[in-house]
């Protein structure tokens, strides 16, 4: 027990020091080349630039027909081999009945979108879906089949 005692003693002596040599130096001040401080009035900003990271996006859809439809727009979408955009169903921005063919409504998408993909499914289940990109930015978009 006593060499146990011993042991342990020493050890947590030898760890509490640390090791990492290196001098008792050491600088936390970075090194910077003489400047005067600078001003808020110094500040320029370039034009057209905004703060606004978001944006209202208005559509107007006119779909041939009369048949109903499910519309659904997504803000990210990827595409098969042979083309055909596949929505990420993370992204759905809009999902709505489209009783008549036509459809407007608004809704908000943040800047860093560049593409909208538009689908509008028969309900029928029978035919090909109609399906748009749209790239962005766009405040107003008009939709005809």
Sequence with gaps: MKRFLIVFFTTFILSACGGGGGGGESSNTPSTPDQPPRKFSDLVVPEGFTF?????????????GQDPRFLNIYGRFSESSDGTPIP??????????????NFRGRFTV???????????????????????????????????Q
């Excluded at 993370?90 to 063919?101: E, H, I, Q, R, Y």
């Excluded at 509008?120 to 005809?144: C, Y």
């Design 88 to 101: 990420d169903t993370s992204s759905l921005l809009v999902s709505s009945n489209v009783t008549t063919g």
């Design 110 to 144: 943040t800047g860093h979108l560049k593409t909208l993909l538009i689908e509008a499914w028969p309900q029928d289940g029978k035919s090909e879906p109609f399906r748009k990109v749209v790239h962005l930015p766009m405040t107003n978009i008009l939709v005809s």
């Design 52 to 64: 606004k990271t978001s944006y209202t996006v208005s559509i107007d859809l006119n779909l041939d």
